[in-house]
């Protein structure tokens, strides 16, 4: 039995605990695939990029590698990176028409804007990274809603 889900879920943490460590504005998010997330992105005209991935695959692992350097480069911060799993999730590779593993599909708003398919070298990465960024200059992300102002405390003896 293959420990997909897990080693997924342990690459989730790992890159999630450097997001919050790198703060938000300097990285971009790395994360599985869902379709609230697919959907926001597609709504809000953010650039994002799909990464068919298997575990096992050593050339995922070429490709996680390279990203993995890239992912505190500011000209991504706000771009997302959501991984597809090779083995589990067939039925959003058929929805995206992808039959192989090492696959990025790059999208701004609901426009596909490309494919790259088994490239492991830092520079087509780079290059396929950034032609999705390109293609969404004026996306701008929505901060957090501000928390109410707080309540001072009563006085003393009040």
């Known amino acids: 039995m293959r420990a997909t889900g897990f080693v997924t879920a342990i690459r989730s943490v790992v890159?999630?605990?450097?997001?919050?460590a790198a703060g938000?504005?300097?990285a971009f998010e790395?994360?599985?695939y869902t379709n609230a997330l697919a959907e926001e992105a597609r709504l809000t005209g953010r650039p994002?990029?799909?990464?068919?991935?298997?575990?096992w695959c050593t050339t995922c692992q070429a490709q996680?590698?390279?990203?993995?350097?890239?992912?505190?480069?500011?000209?991504?911060?706000?771009?997302?990176?959501?991984?597809?799993?090779?083995?589990?999730?067939r039925n959003l590779m058929m929805l995206f028409n992808v039959g192989e593993r090492s696959t990025?599909?790059?999208?701004?708003?609901t426009t596909e804007l490309g494919r790259s398919m088994w490239d492991t070298t830092p520079e087509?990465?780079?290059?396929?990274?950034?032609?999705?960024?390109?293609?969404?200059?004026?996306y701008v992300p929505t901060a957090p809603a501000a928390a109410p102002p707080a309540t001072p405390a009563p006085a003393p003896g009040a």
Request: overall charge negative; hydrophobic content about 50%; proline content about 3%.
């Open 64 to 89: 996680d590698r390279v990203l993995e350097t890239l992912v505190d480069d500011p000209r991504f911060a706000n771009l997302l990176v959501m991984t597809i799993d090779y083995d589990t999730k």
């Open 104 to 109: 990025f599909v790059g999208f701004a708003g």
């Open 124 to 138: 087509g990465i780079t290059a396929f990274l950034q032609m999705v960024v390109d293609a969404s200059p004026n």
């Open 15 to 20: 890159f999630g605990a450097a997001v919050l």
């Open 24 to 26: 938000s504005a300097s």
């Open 30 to 32: 790395w994360t599985t």
């Open 48 to 55: 994002y990029m799909l990464h068919i991935h298997a575990d």
